[in-house]
């Protein structure tokens, strides 16, 4: 969607709350440019729409922390794969900027992918190794998209400080550790995951799921609960508290899973023994839907 440069404004808020929408990478990063002119703190918050109450806990953390918030807005073509739902991905462009206005955000960036890849892609970043861990072993260069994307956005808003969802475990691996290699000056700031009232988290994604499959879909929390539990008992064997949660799957043959792991967060390697921080990830299919989601043991 190309929305034109424009104010939006809601008549119930005052107009000091008014949010910026810019389609074009110069007039986002002269925004960020003339925040920084006065002495702002520049937070950015990456998105792909269709936001929920997941993504706004991460741009009522950059509020918190920030005197300038931007919010991108755009579905990254590549880092979905050819199988993948790139076409039908929900988009609700309109309706998340009425929520981002109400936040107080400042600048929306919503490029259109004409703009942010003119000429195709002929320059990636590629994290190597920690990329084909957990999801990158099933969605080959999804991490090579999500590390090239962050970077240009990064190059865009040129932020001091930018939030990530703790919900997308393996994608805070990979830019932590693409900001150390490459020196990027942006500190990662990871928000925890957020779940409706019985478990699930929540995800865009979640809105594919009929009624059953919405059901089907909390075997994913379920399992990592159990992991929980288990380890908050005592139990500190790897395939013990695998195979506690491979349990559950096996009791809810309507969930395909495809990976249940505990590993290192930075990483993302098996760990010999399971002990505090330990990542335990997981990821299933639900009818077509691909789920994911994950603990860390404290
Ligand atoms: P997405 O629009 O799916 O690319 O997500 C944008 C950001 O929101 C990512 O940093 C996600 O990790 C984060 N996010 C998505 N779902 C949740 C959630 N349930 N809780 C916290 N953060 C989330």
Request: net charge neutral.
């Amino acid at each position: 969607m190309t929305v034109r440069p424009e104010t939006l404004r809601s008549s119930s808020l005052p107009s000091a709350s008014a949010m910026r929408i810019y389609n074009t990478i110069e007039q986002m990063r002269s925004a960020s440019r003339a925040a920084r002119s006065e002495d702002k703190r520049i937070g950015f918050v990456p998105t792909m729409g269709a936001l929920h109450e997941g993504h706004l806990s991460l741009v009522k953390a950059a509020k918190a922390q920030s005197d300038f918030v931007a919010v991108s807005i755009f579905v990254n073509p590549t880092q979905f794969g050819p199988n993948e739902d790139f076409a039908r991905y929900p988009r609700s462009f309109e309706r998340d900027c009425q929520l981002l206005e109400v936040e107080g955000v400042h600048a929306v960036f919503a490029p259109a992918v004409a703009e942010m890849y003119p000429g195709g892609e002929a320059t990636t970043v590629m994290v190597h190794g920690i990329s084909e861990k957990l999801c990158g072993r099933s969605r080959p260069g999804h991490f090579h998209g999500v590390a090239t994307v962050v970077s240009k956005l990064f190059h865009i808003v040129e932020p001091d400080c930018a939030f990530f969802g703790q919900k997308d475990a393996a994608q805070v691996a990979v830019i932590r550790r693409m900001v150390r290699d490459l020196d990027m000056r942006a500190e990662i700031m990871v928000c925890p995951i957020v779940r409706e009232a019985d478990g699930l988290a929540l995800s865009s994604r979640n809105a594919y799921l009929d009624a059953e499959q919405r059901k089907t879909a909390l075997v994913l929390s379920r399992s990592l609960r159990e992991i929980e539990q288990a380890f908050g008992s005592g139990e500190r064997r790897v395939a013990k508290l695998i195979e506690i949660g491979q349990a559950l799957f096996r009791q809810t043959p309507a969930a395909r899973l495809e990976y249940l792991e505990i590993v290192d967060p930075d990483t993302l390697d098996p760990v010999p023994q399971v002990a505090k921080r330990s990542l335990v990830a997981v990821a299933a299919f639900v009818g077509g839907t691909r789920l994911i989601d994950n603990v860390l043991l404290a």
